[in-house]
């Protein structure tokens, strides 16, 4: 078996239709459109209605995107969901959608890592296909955290918002997809980000009620500053890892947190802020769910073409970090597709000097070699094979 990548083949969002606006917002807690817009940058978010909930969401994100791929949910191998406010603590939200989507061969689980956790589901799926031992998996971030946020308490109430967003991973033989990742976590922050009740250390109990302890409490700053120290750096080893620059990635899709915190992120970085995709004025803050929504609408809205590369970047909870970066399509045929399973007859002097330059070419991974140099190069390591072995 070749080397194995996997790529992103299908992609759905869905958002609840309610919009809460700021102005919305300032009749409910002592605040205003001009303070959450300056500071944040958002200016309205989606909130569920009382009969949506996670898995509901959840569901019509991974059909939509389901039907993007081209494929039926019982042709899936693996389902991940990343959330922080599933429907229960037991049973996981994963094997619910596995039900509900009839994806009756899948394994799947559900996975915590705050808004980082989109990130840490769609680099633990790509293991799982680049090792061969699964073909199809689904990654879902969602969120309905507007049950988890306190309506009285102005300084979380105004961040968040719901909605899931969903991709569908693909093993390919094609040199294409996911080409790096860095993943991080630091729990000497924990408490910057926490709901300290409803969990075994503080179970629910009319004290934890009276405390509000079921709620979203966050120390803004501390977020803020470790979101500012970890970003760039994560973007950029993670580019680096991938065999990359700065320069070649086309499309930024970040975790929607914070607007100013995306604006440093980018100064930092030497990003043009064209190049940042960013839709946190309409959604808020969707905690694992905000990467796959925004990557879908940037497909959408035609910001991805074959070829172009994306870096991914979030921060969240736990506290946790990470960043991926993906070369978008379906990717250059390979030797096989091409000349079939029979090595072409090409000239050994040809074949020789393919294999010379391509060894040269100092790269990482293959996401740098040409589409030319790429089959004539494991053509010529085929031939050499069979020269050694007789055959
Ligand atoms: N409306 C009006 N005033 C407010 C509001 C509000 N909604 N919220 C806070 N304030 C007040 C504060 O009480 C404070 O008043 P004071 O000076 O009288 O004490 C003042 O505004 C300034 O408060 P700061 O906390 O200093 O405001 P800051 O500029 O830091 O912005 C914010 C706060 C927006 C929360 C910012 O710190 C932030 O975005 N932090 C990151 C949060 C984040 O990204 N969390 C999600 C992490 S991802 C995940 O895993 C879910």
């Keep these: 078996m070749g080397q194995r990548f996997s790529r992103i083949s299908g992609w759905g969002r869905y958002a609840p239709a309610q919009i809460l606006t700021n102005d919305d917002i300032a009749e409910i807690v002592d605040t205003s459109d001009e303070w959450i817009t300056s500071r944040t940058g958002i200016r309205e978010r989606r909130i569920a209605e009382p009969h949506e909930t996670t898995l509901t969401m959840a569901q019509t994100a991974s059909e939509r995107a389901l039907a993007v791929a081209g494929i039926p949910a019982d042709n899936l191998d693996l389902i991940i969901v990343a959330t922080s406010s599933p429907d229960y603590l037991l049973p996981p939200v994963s094997s619910m959608l596995q039900h509900a989507l009839g994806a ?15 990130l840490y589901g769609l680099s633990t799926a790509h293991q799982f296909l680049a090792t061969g031992t699964y073909r199809r998996a689904l990654v879902v971030g969602v969120e309905l955290i507007s049950r988890a946020v306190d309506w009285q308490d102005r300084n979380t109430c105004v961040l968040f918002g719901d909605g899931a967003g969903a991709v569908v991973l693909e093993a390919t ?27 075994s250390r503080q179970p629910l109990s009319s004290t934890v009620l009276a405390e509000r302890g079921q ?45 100013r915190i995306l604006e440093l992120a980018a100064r930092q970085c030497g990003i043009p802020w ?13 905690s694992a769910a905000s990467i796959p929504i925004a ?3 940037a497909v959408e809205e035609g910001r991805l073409q074959e070829g172009n590369h994306i870096a991914m970047v979030s921060f969240g909870a736990g506290l946790t970090w990470g960043a991926l970066a993906l070369r978008w399509g379906e990717g250059p045929a390979t030797t096989e597709e091409v000349f079939g399973r029979q090595p072409l007859h090409l000239p050994q002097r040809v074949l020789r000097s393919a294999r010379t330059s391509v060894q040269k070419v100092r790269i990482q991974t293959t996401s740098r070699l040409s589409p030319l140099l790429l089959p004539l190069y494991a053509m010529s390591r085929r031939v050499r094979k069979e020269e050694k072995t007789g055959e």
């Design 104 to 118: 009756s061969r899948a394994a799947a689980f559900e996975l915590r890592a705050g808004c980082t956790g989109f």
């Design 173 to 199: 033989e094609r040199p294409t997809g996911v080409l790096g990742f860095v993943l991080g976590s630091d729990g000497a922050g924990a408490e910057a980000l926490i709901v300290p009740g409803g969990g």
């Design 295 to 297: 990557l879908s609408e």
């Design 215 to 259: 709620f979203i409490h966050m120390d803004g700053q501390a977020v803020f500053k470790f979101a500012v120290r970890t970003m760039g750096r994560a973007l950029l080893e993670a580019v680096e890892c991938s065999g990359l620059q700065l320069d070649d990635i086309d499309l930024f899709v970040p975790h929607q947190a914070n607007q």
């Design 274 to 286: 064209e190049k940042m995709y960013v839709n946190i004025a309409r959604y808020g803050n969707t």
